[in-house]
T-cell receptor, first 111, second 112 residues
Framework: GQNIDQPTEMTATEGAIVQINCTYQ??????LFWYQQHAGEAPTFLSY????GLEEKGRFSSFLSRSKGYSYLLLKELQMKDSASYLC????????????FGAGTQVVVTP | ETGVTQSPTHLIKTRGQQVTLRCSSQ?????VSWYQQALGQGPQFIFQ???????GRGNFPPRFSGLQFPNYSSELNVNALELDDSALYLC???????????FGPGTRLTVT
């Protein structure tokens, strides 16, 4: 089994930076994913980390430390449209498609 | 290139009934995964189909079953519906050699 923990909610101001932490305990590991999900919509892929380090993609960056079972998603220059749930997910060792998700972190961006 | 589509969008069923949900995968994708997402929770993996064969299953009872067709579209069947089955059901398609999954818009199932 896998335990994936992330904060329930975070609030930040437009233009600011927010860091969403995710810790996981798994028997195997084949990558960590971050997805964004707006209310009532499907999750959309943000990032994938399989090696330690930082992956940067525009305003979003994701970091992974496999030895610590830790990842974070960094959202810079926050915009109102970034208000959404951010899901951390871990892939089992034998297939990328079988993702184990955390409960999600609701990010609220205020003016 | 069309994205992942699901039908129906919403569905209301009574406890004890059976339901079939459908998913059309993205063009070129041969793998479909199904997830159940309860309100305020992350998606929970139900099962995956790869080239018409079940390729892994999460912690769901046998009354959750599925099919994948030669065109890689897929169905999720749930028998003997329970109130706790009320959720958003998501399917996601991918190529077998790629880590990227593309989710459909989901089917909102309400069991009364």
């Amino acid at each position: 089994g896998q335990n994936i923990d992330q904060p329930t909610e975070m609030t930040a101001t437009e233009g600011a930076i927010v860091q969403i932490n995710c810790t996981y305990q798994t028997s195997g590991f084949n990558g960590l994913f971050w997805y964004q999900q707006h209310a009532g919509e499907a999750p959309t892929f943000l990032s994938y980390n399989v090696l330690d380090g930082l992956e940067e993609k525009g305003r979003f960056s994701s970091f992974l430390s496999r030895s610590k079972g830790y990842s974070y998603l960094l959202l810079k220059e926050l915009q109102m449209k970034d208000s959404a749930s951010y899901l951390c997910a871990v892939s089992e060792t034998d297939s990328w498609g079988k993702l184990q998700f955390g409960a999600g972190t609701q990010v609220v961006v205020t003016p | 290139e069309t994205g992942v589509t699901q039908s129906p969008t919403h569905l209301i069923k009574t406890r004890g009934q059976q339901v079939t949900l459908r998913c059309s995968s993205q063009s070129g994708h041969n793998t479909v995964s199904w997830y159940q997402q309860a309100l305020g929770q992350g998606p929970q993996f139900i099962f995956q189909y790869y080239r018409e064969e079940e390729n892994g299953r999460g912690n769901f009872p046998p009354r959750f079953s599925g099919l994948q067709f030669p065109n890689y579209s897929s169905e999720l069947n749930v028998n003997a519906l329970e109130l706790d089955d009320s959720a958003l059901y998501l399917c996601a398609s991918s190529r077998g050699d790629s880590y990227e999954q593309y989710f459909g818009p989901g089917t909102r199932l309400t069991v009364t």
